[in-house]
C-alpha cells in the first residue's frame, strides 16, 4: 500500500507507471484544460498553489481516502503555473482490489480535493478583437 503526490510545473505528461499486481481494478482521472471557461475562451489555466500546504493536504486527503475504500495504491499529481487548453492538469490513478471501491474513492477524492486543497486555477483569456481598441464592427 503506497500513496504518492506530486506537484509539477506545467502540464503533467502520464507516465508508463507500473500497475500493483495485486489489484482488480485501476482507475485513472485525467483532468484536462477544456477551451471555455464561464462561456469565454481561454488559451489554458494558470494554477497558483500553496505548496506546503496544497502538499499535505493532497497527501492528507490521499492516505485518507485509502484507509476509508481499502486501496491499494493511490497517485495524484497536480499542475502549477501555466497548462495550455487541451493539456492534463491533474492525474489520479487508484488500484484497489475491486472496481466498486476504486470507482467510489475516485469521486469522494476529486470532490474533497477541489473543497479542501489551497489550488487556485486563472483563466488566461483570449482576447476578442472585435473589442480592441479602434476597432469597429
Known amino acids: 500500500m503506497s500513496v504518492s503526490v506530486h506537484i509539477h510545473d506545467g502540464p503533467i505528461v502520464p507516465p ?3 500497475r500493483c499486481q495485486c489489484a482488480g481494478a485501476v482507475v485513472v482521472f485525467e483532468g484536462i484544460v477544456r477551451e471555455m471557461e464561464s462561456g469565454r475562451r481561454i488559451s489554458g489555466l494558470h494554477y497558483q498553489t500553496y505548496d506546503p500546504m496544497a502538499h499535505r493536504e493532497l497527501q492528507r486527503l490521499a492516505q485518507e481516502i485509502m484507509k476509508q475504500f481499502e486501496l491499494l ?3 495524484v499529481a497536480h499542475s502549477r503555473g501555466f497548462v495550455a487548453v487541451g493539456r492534463c492538469s491533474l492525474r489520479v490513478a487508484i488500484a484497489a482490489m475491486h472496481r ?3 470507482l467510489a474513492a475516485m469521486d469522494g477524492f476529486i470532490d474533497a480535493l477541489k473543497r479542501d486543497v489551497p489550488i487556485w486555477k486563472n483563466p488566461v483569456w483570449i482576447a476578442d478583437p472585435a473589442s480592441a481598441p479602434g476597432v469597429q464592427s
Do not use: G, I, L, Q
Request: glycine share 0%; net charge negative; charged share 35%.
Open 16 to 18: 508508463n507507471e507500473p
Open 100 to 102: 466498486k471501491p476504486a
Open 73 to 75: 495504491d493511490v497517485t
